[in-house]
């Protein structure tokens, strides 16, 4: 549906549909409404004093139970999973949903009305790049329901769900890759379920005062209850991929990841969601501009080698940017293809050593304790390098910023240092190096 999926997505127009609420029983009129870059997916209480609205954040989630409720204050909406998989999925990055009531419609159980509701809008492409998080490493939540959920590094968005009942009733396997026309043909159709020896429970919580046949599945025993016919083979699973997806919207990022699941529901959703957006947020506090920032405080080149005693081809520091404050430094190398080292590694794909990473992580804390210390008459020797990473392959042409920052010292013989480099805003190597000083 996207034709540029790298940009940011809004509506075309406003549109809306109204109905019944599952959980609630309330009628309320939904309309979705386009917004400006960056504003991401709000839900706003048309019904409330001030019309109040709730960002789509995992940080605003409230509440699990048999559905996804967010808030802010006082203020609450339920059941946000399927429109926010019809958001997701079909591109849109930036829009209100708006509602005069607390629960969106439940239309026939699932994502298909609001498929509808958003072609009937359009979609529109802004002139921002998308946010996405890549993953990097595999990430994994394990719940006491027996749910397992596992990220995997994958360039595209895929999900490969596994969905059993009550004793592995109704079994169900399926694994697909999340594109627009993927999720209208094949996920959004597919509509909730209960089983039947769970609705007492969920009544007697005020749940499902909505519920009908015609807008969920009843599963007794081996035995489907529905106001039609299955719509697909495996319609269960599906469903569940389909509010995987509406929770992890909640991230606020597009995922590049290959989602693995087991048994899933929107608490285990919900703490892998939360993983990932503390990951990013990890991700976000350590990225610098790729130019170099402004400023004073720094070392040229000829100061660097006034302070280290490595010299070519193993001096790994061109210059200091800067410090910030009294235990962290900035410093930075230009990868030239004339580095000895790509004579002998990898000849024809030349890729940076991660030892000389490692090397240039020990040089950028070298200097900055020797400029806490006020001499440069010791030398750094190594004693340790600790929880050492290689996320990313450096190539000739990237520019490396070097980060340290002093996490423990003794007296002024030992020190330890976290360090990390950074190419294109990504974290390309990490690692927690410790050092002895000793008179030169």
Do not use: W
């Not at 991660?354 to 006020?374: D, P, T």
């Amino acid at each position: 549906m996207s034709s540029t999926p790298e940009f940011q997505h809004t509506l075309g127009k406003a549109a809306g549909f109204s109905g019944t609420s599952l959980h609630t029983g309330e009628k309320v009129t939904l309309k979705l409404h386009p917004a400006p870059v960056d504003h991401g997916i709000k839900f706003k209480r048309k019904d409330l004093q001030d019309e109040p609205t709730i960002d789509a954040k995992i940080d605003n989630l409230k509440m699990v139970e048999r559905a996804t409720t967010i808030g802010e204050g006082s203020v609450r909406v339920h059941t946000v999973e399927h429109v926010l998989a019809a958001l997701f999925a079909m591109g849109v990055d930036n829009a209100i949903v708006e509602m005069d009531a607390n629960e969106p419609p439940i239309g026939d159980g699932s994502a298909q009305p609001y498929v509808d509701l958003i072609k009937r809008a359009g979609v529109a492409a802004q002139e921002a790049p998308r946010k996405f998080f890549d993953v990097r490493e595999s990430m994994h939540m394990e719940a006491k329901t027996g749910a397992l959920l596992i990220l995997l590094p994958d360039e595209t968005f895929r999900i490969s769900c596994t969905q059993a009942g009550p004793n592995n009733r109704f079994t169900q396997f399926l694994s697909m890759e999340v594109t627009p026309a993927i999720f209208e043909r094949e996920i959004a159709p597919a509509r909730t379920f209960v089983y039947y020896e769970e609705i007492q429970s969920l009544m007697d919580k005020n749940l499902i005062k909505g519920g009908s046949l015609e807008n969920a599945i009843v599963v007794r025993g081996d035995a489907v209850l529905s106001k039609e016919p299955l719509r697909f083979a495996d319609e269960f699973v599906r469903h569940k991929i389909l509010d995987i997806i509406g929770d992890l919207a909640l991230i606020g990022h597009r995922i590049r990841g290959h989602v693995v699941a087991v048994k899933p529901g929107h608490g285990a959703n919900a703490e892998l969601a939360r993983a990932v957006a503390r990951e990013q947020t990890r991700r976000d506090a350590i990225s610098v501009p790729r130019t170099l920032p402004p400023g004073e405080g720094g070392f040229d080149t000829d100061e660097v080698m006034q302070i280290l005693p490595h010299r070519y081809p193993f001096l790994m520091v061109d210059r200091i940017v800067g410090f910030e404050g009294e235990t962290k430094c900035i410093g930075m190398k230009t990868v030239s293809i004339n580095e000895p080292f790509f004579q002998g590694h990898f000849p024809g794909h030349p890729v940076m050593p991660g030892v000389m990473q490692v090397e240039a992580m020990a040089q950028v804390a070298s200097i900055l304790l020797f400029k806490l210390a006020k001499t440069s008459s010791r030398v750094g020797y190594f004693m340790s390098a600790d929880e050492v990473k290689f996320r990313k392959p450096v190539f000739p042409g990237d520019t490396i910023f070097i980060h340290a920052e002093l996490t423990k010292a003794r007296g002024n013989r030992l020190a330890k240092a976290k360090c990390h480099c950074v190419v294109n805003d990504a974290v390309v190597s990490e690692g927690e190096l410790m050092f002895t000083f000793l008179d030169k």
